[in-house]
């Protein structure tokens, strides 16, 4: 039987039920399979426009080209984790959520390609600050107290890599696991969990994030560093952008210069 035949006894069967008797117990067990294939099909329709809601959120590839931001917004870097020299004039700042599927592409994609080109030639420096996103994701809290916790033992870098490289596993076991992976002693990175004397310093990140209007993970702004532990933004780049759109924001400010 057609697709078409099986569609239009749905519609008969809501007129006249007694039609769709006569067709059979063959016909309508084939209509009963033809109804469950569409709503299988509705499923993965839904999911895709969820998808599609995120990217347009800009928490995916989708997002908005770098935008530029009010000369009067400036971050705080102090106490944040980075890579790169401090004499970099240029800095990235990144707003990050260890249970982020994004945060996580941006991570294994874009990123390498940011420190080999900038970050490692002393033209960039990099900065992470916290985002977890605490209503969708319920682990990410506790994933960045551990991964301030091994920075404690100077290992936040390759916390941060264990993290974002098991995103699905973030109980408190598997942390201590990654922890002591990356290097750093188990007992004290295990009080240090169950102590969170970071917490404060993430519900700041938090406040800072909100105040720069943030409303997804990943979100990143380019700026100037003063000299102290602030930043002066110029751009502000939101979701898991490919390397392109990072590498001309970057190339433009370093021609610009702070202050023309």
């Known amino acids: 039987m057609s697709r078409l035949a099986l569609l239009t006894l749905?519609?008969?069967?809501?007129?006249?039920?007694?039609?769709?008797?006569?067709?059979?117990?063959?016909?309508?067990?084939?209509?009963?399979?033809?109804?469950?294939?569409?709503?299988?099909?509705?499923?993965?329709?839904q999911r895709d426009l969820q998808d599609i809601k995120m990217l347009l959120q800009g928490r995916g590839a989708g997002g908005p080209p770098?935008?530029?931001?009010?000369?009067?917004l400036e971050l705080s870097v102090g106490g944040a984790f980075a890579k790169g020299g401090d004499g970099a004039r240029l800095v990235l700042v990144e707003f990050s959520d260890f249970q982020c599927p994004y945060?996580?592409?941006?991570?294994?994609?874009?990123?390498?390609?940011?420190?080999?080109?900038?970050?490692?030639?002393g033209k960039l420096r990099y900065v992470v600050r916290n985002l977890p996103l605490e209503q969708i994701h319920p682990d990410a809290l506790?994933?960045?107290?551990?991964?301030?916790?091994?920075?404690?033992?100077?290992?936040?870098?390759?916390?941060?890599?264990?993290?974002f490289g098991h995103q699905q596993a973030l109980a408190a076991p598997d942390l201590v696991r990654y922890a002591q992976e990356a290097g750093a002693e188990p007992a004290a990175f295990q009080t240090c969990l169950e102590t969170a004397p970071?917490?404060?310093k993430i519900r700041q990140d938090l406040a800072d994030a909100q105040a720069a209007g943030i409303t997804g993970t990943p979100t990143f702004f380019l700026g100037f560093a003063d000299g102290g532990d602030k930043v002066r933004v110029a751009r502000r780049i939101s979701?898991?952008?490919?390397?392109?759109?990072?590498?001309?924001?970057?190339?433009?400010?370093?021609?610009?210069?702070?202050?023309?």
């Open 10 to 45: 749905v519609m008969l069967a809501l007129v006249a039920p007694g039609v769709v008797a006569a067709q059979g117990t063959d016909d309508l067990k084939a209509l009963r399979q033809e109804v469950e294939s569409l709503k299988a099909g509705i499923g993965a329709v």
């Open 66 to 72: 770098p935008s530029v931001v009010p000369e009067s």
């Open 103 to 121: 945060c996580g592409r941006h991570v294994k994609q874009t990123m390498p390609q940011i420190e080999r080109d900038y970050v490692a030639t």
């Open 142 to 163: 506790r994933a960045a107290e551990a991964a301030e916790c091994a920075g404690d033992q100077g290992k936040y870098w390759e916390m941060h890599e264990r993290l």
């Open 198 to 200: 970071h917490q404060a």
């Open 239 to 260: 979701g898991a952008q490919p390397y392109p759109v990072f590498k001309g924001a970057i190339d433009a400010l370093l021609a610009e210069g702070p202050g023309k």
